[in-house]
């Protein structure tokens, strides 16, 4: 089976999960209420990004460079769209984290649904960055139907392909607490580790006003942030015949061909810039007590707050224990542009931290080894990858544990090697799906 065909036959899955995430922009309807809860009786905008909150903000984010922390995530308002997956996700969701300097480890529980069988199936998601090579992995799927499966990407600071930029890591309370993880091996290979969200923000864009305030009779600092959106600015890039031919090759009906290309064409349409307002706490070492970002036509994408903040670290650092997101466009991999606003499903995603330590365990992997037998890997970080037509070389564990060459000589049959590409589609879209937050910018 050519590999290049089984892509293009699940193409709608990456392209729709791009889609999934971008739709939010534009689509959204203003939400009068929080969209003028920023600079009410603010003081006169400052030029520039005062020293003393620079500082702290990079500070804080120092504070994490060596952090573990576990938190939790539920989600109400979420539902499947029907017909595009057959699992409804059980929450809550459970995050493991772990960061030193530049490598970083998560590991995401939870539970499914299997709409065919009514059976509850728990899975186990990883990801991880040594400094050199980023790992996506699934090792518990809970069925026979799912295989072990390990894939690798090469980090580097220009990606080698349009899958080294996808968007497959999403950290919830860090992004709710106001910082900035890089979400694709590509942004990892730049040798960034986490950072101030809104200092992040800035560097890729401009500074639009910084005004003091009063919240709850507390001192507060407004922060407007102009950027751009790569993401929209990546759809722009898009060849639409191409994608179009992709999309037929695939089993997919001529109504979500022009569904999505009617996508495509609204994205493209659409200017890639987003505001991101903040709202510091000056007495809290500036920590994010709310966030909100707004489209270029200032349309609401989504409202985080942030409470119960606790200080860390002697005080050097203040973190919130709860964080609220109201989303205001559930993040559906397909997505009808013809759907009435008011029509659209909202999405709440509470997170809550359980417990976090400055320090790493012993027995974190920031370099994932997958040796259980049946286990396949992707490889797409050796050598002998990048000088593959592919890009990738494929492998397999056997039962005694030894990893065999590619999957063309180890006498895995066609059935074999669909149900590793479904398993790598299934892989992206759920990594796409956990990224319910805002649509990042790298």
């Not at 939010?24 to 969209?35: F, K, P």
């Not at 101030?196 to 407004?222: C, F, N, P, Q, Y």
């Not at 205001?328 to 809550?352: C, G, M, S, W």
Request: with cysteine; glycine share 6%; aromatic share 8%.
């Amino acid at each position: 089976m050519n590999p290049r065909a089984i892509t293009s036959r699940h193409v709608s899955f990456g392209l729709a999960a791009l889609i999934g995430l971008i739709c939010q922009l534009g689509l959204a309807s203003i939400d009068s209420s929080r969209a003028s809860i920023f600079g009410q009786g603010a003081a006169p905008a400052l030029v520039k990004l005062p020293e003393d909150v620079r500082s702290a903000l990079q500070s804080n984010a120092e504070a994490l460079s060596t952090v573990s922390i576990e938190y939790k995530v539920t989600k109400e308002g979420q539902r499947q769209p029907e017909g595009l997956l057959q699992r409804s996700y059980v929450g809550p969701y459970e995050y493991w984290e772990s960061a030193r300097g530049e490598h970083f480890y998560q590991k995401t529980r939870y539970e499914h649904r299997d709409l065919s069988t009514g059976e509850i199936v728990p899975e186990t998601k990883e990801t991880a960055f040594d400094g050199r090579v980023f790992y996506l992995g699934t090792r518990d799927s809970g069925s026979s139907r799912r295989l072990p499966l390990l894939v690798k990407y090469r980090a580097s600071e220009e990606a080698d392909s349009d899958s080294d930029k996808n968007q497959i890591l999403s950290s919830p309370w860090l992004d709710a607490a106001g910082f900035h993880v890089p979400s694709s091996p590509a942004e990892w290979g730049q040798g960034a580790g986490i950072e101030s969200m809104l200092l992040h923000a800035v560097r890729l864009g401009k500074l639009i006003s910084v005004e003091t305030g009063m919240r709850d009779g507390r001192d507060v600092l407004h922060v407007h942030v102009e950027m751009p959106d790569p993401l929209i600015e990546q759809v722009k890039d898009v060849d639409f015949e191409h994608n179009r031919k992709l999309l037929e090759s695939g089993k997919n009906s001529p109504e979500l061909i022009e569904r999505e290309m009617a996508v495509l064409r609204k994205l493209k349409s659409l200017e890639a810039k987003r505001t991101i307002q903040f709202i510091l706490d000056p007495s809290r070492r500036y920590c994010v007590l709310e966030r909100q970002e707004l489209s270029a036509e200032g349309q609401v994408i989504l409202t985080c707050s942030c409470d119960e903040f606790e200080s860390f670290q002697d005080g050097r650092i203040w973190l919130p224990r709860r964080c609220i997101m109201y989303q205001q466009q559930h993040p559906a991999i397909f997505y009808t542009v013809h759907a009435a606003d008011e029509d659209r499903p909202k999405l709440t995603v509470r997170t809550e931290l359980v417990d976090i330590a400055f320090s790493v365990p012993d027995n974190v992997q920031f370099a994932l080894n997958y040796d259980m037998p049946g286990t396949h890997i992707l490889d797409r970080a050796s050598p002998e990858a990048r000088e593959s037509d592919r890009g990738v070389v494929t492998y397999t564990v056997s039962a005694d544990g030894k990893i065999h060459d590619e999957m063309e000589n180890n006498g895995l049959g066609s059935t074999a090697r669909t149900i590793i590409w479904v398993n790598i589609a299934l892989l992206v879209m759920i990594a796409v799906i956990f990224a319910i937050r805002r649509v990042r910018s790298r």
